[in-house]
């Protein structure tokens, strides 16, 4: 029986054989197309291809593609682990020609490599085409020898692929398997009747073969491509269960590794309880598509494809409470991922550390509030049945969306466990408010961006930092006006500015606006409230500005020109974090000010030191090469096809800017730039740190305020040499030495007290009495840390045989006592409650064992009463 891992290996080899070049699987994460969350099919890499934009070096291929599809019309979220045959993440096998071969080709491969390599009954297969696409069914029973019956035609709904509303289409043909009646999975349905395309488990899909032949025009109708295209897709999990004799797609190799692994932690087998066994499915699945998204740069967030991996973790971890496992477990699932996937997929076992370390930190985080989340729902739901009913209100699914984290699909999985659904307009119109909440709140900040202009602004400061305008608009005290005077705060918006208005991460310009008369405002900020809109703020500080004034616009050249040096910098820094790091850098945030940078980028765990310098240095060996920097304008499609960066979030118009630094750079940005990299000079990195789950943050100096740093970190250096006696050169050596001779210092202190402590005992057993039969020794302490004390606690309690011991030693402004009892007496005397009455006596809390118990205090003044408490309680009669 071939693995799952062999068939994916002889899926390729066999088109190999036939001339494709196999290509590597893209990122869950469409490199080329950010307005698509993920990728979901083969051909999401080769789109710009049948677009005509991108031409590779061969014409035929074929991949094995990592595929997520869980928005959008391709979400199989809600069927996962409720059947045998959804996922989440899958693989998608599939082979290509660009304007090579067409038809005939692909049928007689398809048909070959299933019957023929791998032995599929032809007696079990079924074919199905278009609706008119007579070529196709002619070619199907000349190459199978199929009856007519057997290949069965369709329409659009089935049997017709396209792109989009408009672009490449054209019809296809499908491979399906019967595989017996005992496979049906909806027997039970009345009028149910198994069929292809009847959506029963018995007939399935395994391959679909697209013939792109068509441009869909804007107004719907087809016309020929000059060129075209085969485009085909086989789920690697569906046609594995096949070739290993399975009916459930759990039950495969590779899947039954993931499933062992949850049964190893939760102690339960798989296959024994019908509830449980979706959540098995539901766990396993999950931790493949968690796995995979991690190693592709996704970090769990609040927004996004983050958000997405933060739903698929919150519902793995809800499914596990249900088969037990109530402490965080996907993390070492996905352990078991890198291991039997990492083969195929090299980058599972390259970020296990990080991947594992994600999960984690996101389980510990959720496991907070699942529990007080499933609390309420439970709540809900009994009340529920109380009343016969089956609608959740939607300010319950609220509430656990907004204060629990329940991703209003889990509640809706739980639920439907339940037989029970969620008021959703109730939620929906909840959701709403809150959103109208944040845009109110964003109003009030910005008010000026309600301002209504007949005309848009434009920017003309790329390449100067002067320009005469005409006012437009004034805004005040929220609201606008003809008029300001000397020492309002106000708002200016003018018909062309070279002020840069804060966005991307750079922060607006500031400078002066003035008029022909000579009145005077000086700008402190430049905002952005909308992309047609730039809007000065500052402080008008001689004489009156009125509607319609022609004014003359300078910016602060300093403040602009530190600022420029940053955020080049930043983009240089960004392609060195994602060569020495790893291809998962992706930008998570930035600030670009004149006085630093901040970059923020996912990626997990801290950054050795040894690691940040060699990122700092190949920041400065890129801006000494002095290399060019070159901008200019392009539609959006050609600047991707040129390798730029572009981020999934990012709004994109179909004309961008590309910045592109040298040969190590290139990326889509508005911001302003130097001309050349050697006019940054020097980088200086300042911080790291993480900032979110799998988010770090770095912080970095550029120019004038590198050499500042520097210039400070030598002061510093200097003061600590004059501290020390010595010079910049001896400075290190010479603390070290001092560091040294402190803790051999400490040391012999610790010797001393231990020795003094000691000394100590035969005085202290002298203090010993009899109360009520027992030994009982109650004493202060001079000069003993809290170590000592129970050290010699220890000593005692074993010298007395048996006893009850307690002990009290004060500092300046601390309190320490600690209370042993010999183990035949903690019936009569339990240190711990002894200890938590006497502790607030001295300003203190503790407790502990029965046998022993400890506490600080911060009053030692009271040190006598809290001796003179533990003497009450010890000669009353029953002790504690």
């Not at 789109?47 to 019309?73: H, M, T």
Request: with cysteine.
């Amino acid at each position: 029986m071939l693995t799952g891992s062999e068939i994916r290996k002889s899926f390729l080899d066999y088109f190999v054989k036939q001339g494709h070049t196999v290509v590597r699987s893209s990122s869950l994460v469409p490199e080329k197309d950010p307005t698509l969350l993920f990728t979901n099919a083969g051909m999401v890499q080769f789109k710009n291809v049948f677009l005509g934009v991108e031409k590779p070096s061969y014409v035929r291929a074929a991949s094995a593609q990592k595929c997520l599809r869980i928005s959008g019309k391709h979400n199989d979220l809600e069927a996962v682990g409720r059947d045998t045959y959804h996922h989440t993440f899958f693989e998608m096998l599939g082979n290509w020609s660009f304007g090579d071969y067409y038809k005939e080709e692909a049928i007689a491969w398809a048909w070959e490599l299933l019957t023929g390599e791998w032995k599929l009954p032809k007696e079990k297969l079924w074919i199905t085409v278009y609706l008119d696409d007579d070529a196709a069914a002619n070619l199907w029973r000349k190459v199978s020898r199929l009856p007519a019956e057997r290949v069965l035609r369709f329409g659009e709904a089935e049997n017709f692929w396209e792109m989009g509303e408009a672009g490449p289409c054209g019809p296809c043909s499908e491979i399906h398997l019967d595989r017996g009646n005992n496979a049906c999975d909806r027997k039970k349905e009345k009028g149910h009747r198994c069929q292809v395309n009847g959506d029963c488990a018995r007939f399935i899909e395994l391959w679909n073969l697209v013939f792109i032949q068509y441009n869909r025009r804007e107004d719907r109708t087809l016309e020929e491509l000059p060129a075209k295209h085969v485009d085909t897709g086989l789920g690697l999990e569906r046609i594995t269960a096949v070739l290993q004799g399975v009916l459930s797609n759990y039950d495969i190799d590779f899947m039954r590794g993931l499933i062992a692994a949850a049964e190893a932690l939760a102690g339960k087998k798989y296959g024994r309880d019908s509830v449980q066994d979706i959540s098995f499915r539901v766990i396993a699945d999950h931790a493949r598509a968690v796995s995979f998204l991690i190693a592709d740069g996704v970090a769990p967030s609040n927004e996004g494809r983050g958000y997405v991996l933060r739903r698929l973790l919150r519902r793995a971890a809800r499914h596990g409470r249900v088969i037990g496992l109530t402490e965080p477990f996907l993390y070492q699932i996905a352990a078991t991922v890198a291991d039997v996937m990492g083969d195929a997929y090299p980058e599972l076992r390259q970020e296990k550390g990080r991947i594992r370390e994600v999960i984690r930190g996101e389980e510990e985080r959720f496991s907070e509030t699942l529990e007080k989340g499933l609390g309420l729902l439970e709540g809900a739901v009994g009340m529920l049945k109380r009343h016969k009913k089956k609608v959740l209100s939607g300010e319950i699914a609220f509430r656990l969306y907004d204060t629990y984290g329940f991703p209003f699909d889990l509640t809706e999985d739980i639920l439907r466990g339940e037989g029970m659904s969620i008021d959703q307009a109730g939620f929906e119109q909840l959701m709403e408010e809150q959103r109208s909440r944040a845009r109110e709140a964003r109003e009030v900040s910005q008010g000026q961006s309600r301002i209504q202009l007949d005309r848009e602004t434009s920017f003309v400061g790329y390449d100067r930092l002067e320009a005469e305008s005409v006012v437009l608009a004034l805004y005040a005290a929220g609201q606008g006006r003809e008029e300001v005077g000397e020492g309002a705060e106000i708002g200016l918006i003018a018909a062309e500015t070279p002020f840069y208005g804060e966005s991307g991460g750079q922060v607006g310009d500031r400078g002066a606006i003035e008029t022909g008369r000579g009145d005077r405002m000086e700008v402190s900020d430049t905002q952005h409230p909308t992309p047609q809109l730039t809007v000065h703020r500052g402080r008008v500080t001689k004489g009156r500005i009125q509607v319609g004034d022609r004014v003359h616009l300078v910016v602060d050249p300093r403040h602009r020109r530190r600022t420029m040096l940053n955020h080049s910098a930043t983009h240089i820094l960004h392609s060195v974090l994602r060569e020495e790091l790893g291809g998962h850098v992706r930008q998570a945030g930035s600030l670009v000010a004149p006085d630093r940078l901040r970059f923020d980028f996912n990626h997990t765990g801290a950054i050795p030191d040894e690691k940040l310098a060699e990122i700092e240095e190949g920041v400065n060996e890129r801006i000494r090469t002095d290399a060019e920097v070159s901008i200019e304008e392009s539609s959006y499609d050609d600047a991707i096809r040129h390798g730029a960066l572009a981020f999934f979030g990012d709004k994109y118009g179909d004309r961008v800017r590309v910045v592109k630094i040298g040969d190590f750079s290139t990326e889509l940005c508005g911001g302003t730039h130097v001309h050349r990299s050697g006019e940054i000079g020097i980088f200086k990195l300042h911080t790291e740190a993480g900032v979110a789950a799998g988010v770090r943050r770095v912080e970095a100096v550029t120019g004038e305020g590198a050499l500042d740093l520097i210039r400070r970190y030598e002061q510093r250096l200097k003061e600590i040499g004059a501290l020390v006696r010595a010079g910049a050169d001896d400075t290190v050596e010479k603390v070290r030495k001092l560091f040294q001779q402190q803790k051999e210092l400490e040391r012999e202190i610790e010797s001393l007290r231990g020795q003094f402590g000691r000394n100590q005992l035969p005085e202290l057993l002298a203090k010993k009495q009899q109360v009520n039969g027992a030994n009982v020794l109650i004493s202060k302490v001079e000069k003993v840390d809290a170590s000592q004390l129970r050290e010699l606690a220890d000593q005692l309690k074993e010298k007395i045989g048996s006893g009850f011991v307690f002990l009290v030693s004060s500092g300046e402004s601390n309190v320490t006592m600690v209370a042993s009892v010999t183990p035949d007496l903690t019936s009569r005397y339990h240190a711990g409650n002894i200890i938590k009455q006497v502790a607030p006596i001295v300003g203190g809390g503790g407790g502990g064992r029965a046998d022993f118990a400890q506490a600080g205090g911060k009053e030692p003044s009271r040190v006598d009463d809290a001796v003179d408490r533990v003497w009450q309680i010890i000669r009353k009669p029953t002790g504690q």
